[in-house]
């Protein structure tokens, strides 16, 4: 289990670099570390088999840049102001693939204008690096084909982290990468099954399959587990026992559901489900008053399954609220250090689950491919699987018939109906999955093919992820799309040289047909190999699918069919599709531009406290947020509350360890990992300890603009230049110099306990995601 910091997906997998890749731009990633194994042996192998050429773009010389053909440091933050300045020389030297734009792309054009303004000169003043290394690395990137990207959490953890992600997206757009073997954007995502985890959108602003929050959806997963939406919507009329009473509405026992109440008369009280919930990175704010929250009610109880917390910035703050929550339960093999962050004594409630090789099921790989994990022993001592808790958790709160229904349905002859009185896990949930999550088009990512394919595990090719034998044409996990049973999986995301039935697919029509008098849709010359609809097309709908395939429906298949490809149990769009040879999501243009969002083209702002005092005018971040997530944000006025690089002069940004993960709790209860790393600290570059007195391996204090400080030991590393500093943020136990050993329950201390780089993390986040700003933040250093 995981949370779900990574954003996006890779476009296609490691198999395709190591065989296709000719250059490889890892941005904001350091895969020696994170990814040894599953990620940086590609990299290496794509160098040798292929000459491919590698370039690392990173603050920090890491153990990756000491791979690399070509190393480029620049300033934390300032990853668009680089990307816009390697766009202005493709368009200057026309270096971009024009058949691409003028066919499959919208809004170029404004790109081209932002990227423009972003000169060699400006490029280097605000990145720091040098214009020669810009200009080469264009150069380079631009006319080697094909060239793929990597990027990871140093894209990510800024406020501008979504824009971020967005201008790489379009560099492989404008360059013809996307799309192609050897190409694509391939994001590296962090935790084990962290992207099964995001499809399932353990997010509080999605549903499963990246839906959204909408009655319509709401309707067409009440369908799915096969429970009634009228009812269902009720459990979201969330007030006090006391408002309740005061409507004159019964209140007894101790069902979960009395407590809900549903106001005819006043419809609005009760549209939460509509709402975003809470944030991971911000859920302090809905306990803390004096932090702004708009939610009705505080948050009273805290349920943690899966996630350290100690992870997350603003430990203060989140210590705070820890102590005014009423309950407090953790879900963990191991003791999850937010059980003694605060010194509250009571209410807090530990139940041991147990790990992932003693439970069973499907998750999903960073390329999409889903993979079987068997059980290796059953749950030892009390502990249980994870889904056994939550099943544990529905029967006492009387909704456990409700909750398993979905698993105990299936499709009969077009028609989704309850089918059976029990339910097999995990076989079932995962057919549940398949059956519900359209979106992503999951549907044919059943257990029985997963399982088969776990068997099967020698007779795919991994370069290609092609099976042979008894999975001949299938790609290996069934990578999503898989669009029905018969289709093999998409190894590589718009892919529009395959047909259909092998994976083909152009871009999606997500965005409407028209934006500013400009068709969405696909040029007409865009068309899948072998496919019966010529150029581009809008995503089929029950309303166009006649239109657009030229089919008539009898009167039974158009009363089977749902009201959309994403969202029809029935199956008859994706069968009526495949008889076309087309993909139901439509073949529409990509869009560089999001007209909904605060920035529509991505645009360099500076961090939200920047050590570029005169570049916070002419880049300024963004407008402060009322309300998103529930909590109001700050972003502009925080920035410019003062300079804040006078008191807090130097850069910080996050290291990972190889032998330390996450919250660093399942490591640092191993006597032998913790011995690679005895205690929590920082890298600094000897010049900027000289200047404050701080020999290698003493202790020092690090200082962080909200008033927090840790006390860590100084380890002298010319990996990073002296206005900078890196730390590992995989430590607790220790708070602002204070040692909370005495807290640990009896055995369950870890081997090493150190400060939580978190505690100094800045405030910042982004205004899309709520990622905090790990990687860009202010500090000043004081020997201890
Ligand atoms: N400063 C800084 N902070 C960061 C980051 C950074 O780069 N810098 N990175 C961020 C990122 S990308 C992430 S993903 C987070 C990671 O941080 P966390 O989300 O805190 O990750 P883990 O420490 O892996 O936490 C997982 C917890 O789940 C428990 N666990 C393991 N298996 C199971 C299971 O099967 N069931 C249950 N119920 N529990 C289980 C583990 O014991 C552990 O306590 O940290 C974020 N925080
Ligand atoms: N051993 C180990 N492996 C792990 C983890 C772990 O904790 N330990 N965590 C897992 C998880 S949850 C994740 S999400 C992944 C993360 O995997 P990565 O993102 O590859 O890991 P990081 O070390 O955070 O690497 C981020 C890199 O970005 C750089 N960086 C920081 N700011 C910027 C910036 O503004 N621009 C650019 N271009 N670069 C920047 C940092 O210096 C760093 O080298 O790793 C996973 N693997
Ligand atoms: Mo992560």
């Not at 990137?141 to 997206?169: C, D, E, M």
């Not at 006391?242 to 026992?253: A, D, F, H, T």
């Not at 090789?357 to 499907?362: D, N, Q, R, V």
Request: charged letters at 25%; proline letters at 4%; one cysteine or more.
């Amino acid at each position: 289990m995981a949370n779900t910091w990574g954003y996006g997906a890779m476009t296609n997998h490691f198999g395709d670099v190591t065989k296709n890749a000719k250059m490889m731009l890892v941005i904001g990633a350091n895969s020696a570390v994170a990814n040894p194994v599953g990620g940086m042996k590609h990299m290496l192998q794509a160098k040798d088999r292929n000459n491919a050429k590698l370039v690392v773009v990173d603050p920090v010389f890491t153990r990756t840049a000491a791979k690399a053909d070509m190393y480029i440091r620049i300033r934390p933050g300032t990853d668009i102001a680089f990307i816009y300045g390697v766009l202005h020389l493709i368009f200057k030297n026309g270096w971009e693939d024009k058949e691409v734009i003028k066919t499959q792309t919208y809004a170029v054009e404004e790109i081209k204008e932002e990227a423009a303004k972003w000169t060699p000169e400006e490029v280097a003043n605000v990145t720091g690096c040098t214009q020669e290394e810009l200009i080469k690395f264009a150069t380079m990137y631009a006319n080697t084909k094909p060239a793929t990207l990597f990027w990871s959490l140093g894209i990510t953890q800024h406020s501008v982290g979504s824009s971020n992600t967005r201008i790489l997206s379009i560099l492989q757009l404008v360059l013809g990468n996307m799309g192609k073997e050897g190409g694509g954007c391939n994001i590296i995502r962090g935790h084990d099954n962290v992207q099964g985890a995001t499809d399932m959108n353990c997010l509080a602003d999605s549903l499963p399959g990246y839906y959204g929050l909408a009655d319509g959806v709401w309707k067409h997963f009440c369908q799915g587990w096969g429970v009634e939406y009228d009812k269902f919507i009720k459990r979201f009329a969330v007030s006090t026992k006391e408002k309740r009473e005061k409507l004159g509405q019964k209140v007894e026992g101790t069902n979960f559901s009395e407590y809900f109440y549903h106001d005819e008369k006043n419809p609005e009280d009760r549209n939460w489900r509509n709402e975003k919930g809470y944030s991971l990175s911000k859920w302090y704010q809905g306990v803390l008053k004096e932090e702004n929250t708009f939610s009705s009610g505080n948050l009273r109880v805290l349920w943690v399954q899966g996630t350290g917390i100690t992870s997350m910035a603003q430990q203060i703050k989140i210590q705070e609220a820890l102590t005014k929550l009423d309950m407090l339960v953790v879900v963990e093999p191991f003791l999850n250090e937010v059980a003694i962050l605060s010194d509250r004594t009571d209410g807090i409630y530990v139940l041991p689950a147990c790990t992932q090789f003693e439970s069973e099921g499907h998750l999903s790989a960073t390329n999409r491919s889903a993979q079987w994990r068997t059980k290796v022993i059953n749950p030892i001592y009390e502990s249980k699987e994870d889904q056994d808790v939550m099943f544990a958790f529905a029967k006492k709160f009387g909704f456990y018939d409700e909750y398993v229904k979905g698993m105990k349905m299936g499709v009969v002859d077009g028609v989704i109906k309850q089918v059976k009185d029990d339910f097999k896990w995990p076989d079932d949930a995962t057919d549940e999955i398949a059956r519900t999550t359209q979106s992503i088009g999951d549907n044919g990512r059943t257990a029985a093919r997963l399982r088969k394919h776990q068997e099967n595990w020698h007779n795919f090719d991994p370069e290609t992820l092609m099976g042979r034998g008894p999975v001949e044409g299938e790609y290996y996990g069934l990578p999503w799309p898989c669009w029905d049973e018969e289709h093999p999986g998409t190894p590589i995301l718009y892919d529009i040289s395959k047909p259909y039935v092998k994976g083909g697919m152009g871009f999606r029509n997500r965005f409407g047909l028209v934006h500013n008098g400009v068709s969405q849709l696909a040029d007409d010359s865009i068309t899948l190999p072998g496919a019966k609809v010529k150029g581009g097309y809008a995503q089929i709908t029950k309303e166009n699918i006649e239109k657009i395939l030229g089919i008539t429906l009898t009167e039974e298949e158009k009363a089977k069919m749902g009201p959309s490809w994403s969202m029809d149990y029935s199956g008859i769009i994706a069968k009526k599709c495949r008889e076309a040879g087309i993909c139901p999501y439509g073949n529409a243009r990509a869009r560089t531009k999001v007209w909904e969002f605060l920035d529509p083209i991505p645009k360099h702002r500076e961090p939200i406290h920047s050590p570029r005092w005169d570049l916070v005018a002419k880049y300024p971040t963004f407008g402060d947020q009322a309300k998103n997530f529930r909590v109001s944000t700050k972003y502009i006025s925080e920035q410019t509350e003062q300079d804040w690089s006078k008191e807090f002069p130097t850069v910080m940004s996050s290291l990972r360890l190889v032998n330390l993960s996450g919250a660093g709790m399942i490591e640092r209860t191993s006597k032998y990992l913790s011995e690679i790393t005895p205690e929590m600290f920082a890298h600094v570059n000897p010049k900027l300890a000289a200047k404050y007195g701080i020999r290698d391996g003493s202790m020092m204090w690090i200082h962080a603009p909200q008033g927090t400080k840790i006390k860590v030991k100084c380890i002298y590393s010319e990996s990073v230049t002296p206005d900078r500093i890196c730390l590992p943020y995989n430590f607790a136990g220790i708070f602002q110099g204070e040692d909370l050993s005495a807290r640990y329950p009896q055995d369950t201390k870890p081997y090493t306990i150190g400060e939580s780089s978190n505690t100094v993390t800045n405030y910042g986040f982004d205004p899309v995601t709520q990622i905090s700003e790990f990687n860009a933040g202010l500090c000043r250093l004081e020997k201890a």
